[in-house]
């Protein structure tokens, strides 16, 4: 039977043992990263495994288990003309919105580096699209681009340079241009803050430099700030990119995919035959499509994030 | 299965003793199996859809589920949802069902046939054979028949099962505006057809009133975008010219002789119609754009349920009770010229017109059989309740068919009879005000009975199945219309592409056993 002194030593050892487990470095790295991991592996990696396998079979919203059916979903999928609009789409999308975002963010982050009277409010106006409820706001834009009462047309016809109106949502052109829009606006705001914090951080002493050597704007914005911002821009580039690419609120909303099928993306597409067409299997292994290029951006991210890392 | 525990006959048994037991005048029922089991409550959770005519959800949440569920100890949980989030509850709901947990509902009433969750559903026959069986004092006659459109909506014939269980349909008639339509009559010489005083009798007379509404800029509005209303115009004018997706074994005809041909000549006059009498929006419509285009006064025509005649009537009443001149007033002569139709416009083939909405109601098999039972018997008493006598004596206010002001109409022919439901279109209390300050007639609605006549489902002549869901909710006529209208598909090209489509949904549900047919 222990006596007093041993059973003291066995109740201080016990913290002593959970101290020295938190002080090694792997055991405490492993330990702090524990939550992220099962956050990813419960929230992304299970659903995605779920994803797959639904792909490869023919379950329905009303059987969810299906049987093994090989790779005939994706066959059908690439023969269907709604998907191959679908996949265009989500790279005109992507692509389109993204380079507006840029050229729009910059300007306004190289404006913001400025004090003036209202900054504050300005940032606030600017923020506000990136903090609204996306389905409220798009619902907003929805009666800007209403078929009838569209406020776009009004100013048009108030300034005498269009009789009728122009059906936005009708037609596949404009109704693109719509989606852009509305996602652009929704968007910007990130990346304005992004490049903001890009450009306070540009070393002074190089811009000094530039100023007293004779350096006007356009030479500084191109020949300085571009490349030195060129790490951290990228990084909101693609981190949005990735959003835009998987996203389908903005089309969801706005469209539904119409006209007749032409601005759906293939989140939009796998959403409406998944969930709305009860057809689970094929509405996975359209959103799968989407994996290859996110993964590419992931990679991409990761990469450009390394070598931004202050050493 | 619920049956093999207990039956919903015991359940009715227990909650009957308790009711006669209380005084209550009721159908043969009583107390829950909840108070025999000791007090516990039960809870009976419902998701519908926020209805189009809003006074029903207030007698629905507050008046009959409150009602039903003190009788039956009961607590009734509702929530309503916008009609586009249902898909997607229901979705998720089901795969909660297949996975053995809680689904969150009990049972939801769907829009449209739910065909695909049928492995999820209980089999609704017994209720629907109780329902037929059944009678009340205050109605004599009983339910009536389940009508065909009902039945044909919720059974599978490969399965033999009810998928669903329909207490109501809502009729789709054509609306139009009587002053511009007899403007327009008025323009065309040897209008044959066209009666200018009791508005469209056949797609014909449409086409050739609308170039000239078209051109009084009041242009006709059937949609050609993703949307219910689309759908369903779309379908009726198939139907309407001989031509369909399935025939009635659920075989896929529409690219098939006789029916291609039928199909590409209204491809073919579809297209004559958007550029002759209608204009580029009805490609970007949702489901309320004709009734927000109808009620700013653009269109002289629109297909859809009387909400449009009870929304332009409800602004007629805010302005008499401004004090508005009946005579002058804007809101009260445009309640006035707003009509229906007393059928659906003839193509070459048939008049033949749709529901617009299909309510269907589907209680998830979760095993909980005292549940499944207070549903089944909330749904039972819910069809009971169409009918104001039965309603009344009850205790459940003015009953369903009144509640909702004639929008909800019985899928059980006798819920409310036919006598019952032309003395309150006949005297429609919702626009007696109006006529009697106009000197218009009151029984402005009336002629949305003949829907009982004409209303046919989606997915005629053959069962409302899975694949016509999946064909029906990803849009596939609006598109091939679409396209064909736009000019960016021949309709041979817009047909095949179509088909080929359709065959491919089919056939992956066929797979499924849940469609018969094998082309």
Redesign the interface.
């Known amino acids: 039977m222990p006596n007093t002194a041993q059973r003291t030593v066995a109740a201080v050892a016990a913290p002593r043992t959970k101290r020295r487990l938190l002080d090694r470095d792997r055991f405490l790295g492993s330990l702090l990263l524990s939550p992220a991991v099962l956050y990813i592996a419960l929230l992304v990696g299970f659903p995605f495994l779920f994803a797959i396998y639904l792909s490869l079979t023919d379950a329905t919203v009303g059987r969810p288990v299906g049987a093994f059916i090989g790779l005939d979903n994706f066959r059908e999928i690439i023969e269907s003309r709604g998907f191959r609009a679908a996949l265009r789409n989500t790279f005109v999308f992507t692509f389109v919105s993204q380079a507006v975002i840029l050229a729009l963010a910059n300007s306004l982050a190289l404006a913001l580096q400025r004090d003036f009277r209202g900054k504050g409010l300005v940032l606030f106006l600017i923020l506000l699209p990136w903090v609204a409820p996306v389905s409220l706001s798009t619902i907003g834009w929805l009666w800007i681009f209403h078929s009838r009462f569209s406020l776009i047309d009004w100013v048009l016809r108030q300034l005498g340079l269009l009789e009728g109106n122009l059906f936005w949502l009708g037609r596949p052109d404009l109704a693109m241009i719509a989606i852009i829009v509305v996602h652009v606006w929704r968007m910007f705001p990130f990346s304005t803050v992004i490049l903001m914090a890009g450009h306070s951080a540009l070393p002074k002493d190089v811009l000094e430099s530039a100023q007293v050597d004779g350096a006007g704007f356009w030479r500084q914005l191109f020949q300085i700030r571009l490349p030195l911002l060129l790490p951290i821009m990228s990084v909101a580039v693609l981190f949005s990119t990735v959003f835009t690419f998987a996203d389908m609120t903005v089309v969801y909303v706005l469209t539904r995919g119409g006209p007749f099928d032409t601005t759906h993306v293939l989140s939009s597409l796998a959403y409406f035959r998944g969930i709305f067409g009860g057809n689970l299997s094929i509405g996975a292994a359209i959103s799968l499509f989407l994996f290859p290029v996110l993964l590419i951006a992931a990679v991409l991210i990761l990469r450009l994030a390394r070598r931004t890392e202050v050493t | 299965m619920w049956r093999t525990r207990t039956t919903r006959r015991d359940f009715l048994r227990t909650v009957g003793a308790g009711a006669l037991a209380a005084g209550v005048p009721i159908l043969g029922r009583g107390p829950s199996r909840a108070a025999a089991q000791g007090g516990r409550r039960l809870r009976l959770r419902i998701l519908q859809w926020q209805h189009f005519v809003p006074p029903y959800d207030d007698w629905f949440n507050n008046v009959f589920a409150p009602r039903w569920g003190e009788r039956h100890n009961v607590e009734v949980v509702v929530d309503n949802v916008g009609l586009a989030d249902l898909?997607?509850i229901?979705?998720a709901e089901?795969?909660r069902v297949?996975?053995g947990q809680d689904p969150g509902h009990d049972m939801i009433q769907h829009l449209s046939p739910p065909a695909?969750?049928?492995?999820?559903v209980i089999d609704h026959g017994d209720l629907i054979k109780e329902l037929l069986a059944s009678s009340h004092p205050a109605r004599p006659g009983g339910v009536g028949n389940y009508t065909k459109l009902a039945h044909l909506s919720t059974y599978n014939p490969v399965t033999g099962k009810y998928f669903g269980f329909s207490d109501n349909f809502v009729p789709d008639p054509i609306h139009y505006r009587a002053d511009l339509w007899r403007q327009a009559a008025a323009q065309l010489d040897g209008f044959d057809g066209v009666h200018a005083l009791n508005g469209p009798v056949t797609w014909h007379d449409i086409l050739r009133a609308g170039r000239v509404l078209k051109r009084m800029g009041h242009p006709v509005g059937f949609g050609?975008?993703?949307?219910l209303d689309s759908n369903m115009i779309l379908r009726a004018m198939m139907y309407s010219w001989g031509t369909a997706i399935q025939d009635q074994d659920s075989n896929v005809v529409l690219d098939k002789p006789p029916f291609r041909e039928k199909t590409l000549d209204l491809l073919r006059f579809v297209k004559q119609l958007y550029e002759e009498a209608m204009?580029?929006?009805?490609?970007?419509?949702?489901a309320a754009?004709n009734n927000?285009?109808f009620l700013?006064g653009?269109l002289s025509m629109a297909a859809n349920a009387i909400s449009i005649s009870r929304t332009a009537q409800a602004a007629a009443l805010q302005a008499l009770e401004r004090g508005e001149n009946p005579e002058t007033s804007p809101a009260i002569q445009f309640a006035v010229n707003t009509e229906i139709t007393s059928l659906a416009p003839a193509g070459p083939e048939a008049a033949r017109g749709l529901e617009h909405v299909m309510g269907v109601y589907a209680i998830w098999d979760t095993g909980n059989t005292a549940v499944i039972d207070a549903a089944q018997q909330l749904l039972f008493d819910l069809v009971h309740s169409f009918d104001p006598d039965v309603a009344e004596a009850e205790g459940w206010g003015p009953g369903k068919f009144v509640a909702s002001q004639a929008y909800d109409y019985p899928t059980f022919d006798n819920a409310i009879p036919a006598q019952k439901r032309l003395a309150f279109l006949r005297n429609d209390p919702i626009y007696a005000p109006i006529a009697e300050a106009t000197g218009d007639r009151p029984n402005k609605l009336e002629r949305v009975e003949a829907a009982m006549d004409w209303a046919l489902h989606v997915g005629w002549p053959g069962p409302a199945n899975?694949a016509i869901?999946?064909v029906f909710?990803?849009?596939v006529i609006?598109?091939m219309f679409?396209?064909v209208a736009?000019g960016?598909d021949r309709p041979e090209d817009a047909l095949d592409?179509a088909a080929r489509?359709i065959r491919?949904?089919f056939n992956?549900?066929r797979?499924?056993g849940l469609v018969g047919g094998t082309s």
């Open positions: 898909p997607a229901a979705a089901a795969a297949a996975a695909a969750l049928e492995p999820q050609l975008s993703q949307e204009f580029p929006g009805v490609f970007a419509w949702t754009s927000e285009e700013a653009r899975a869901d999946e909710n990803t849009f609006p598109v679409a396209r736009q960016i592409e489509q491919s949904i992956k549900w797979r499924e």
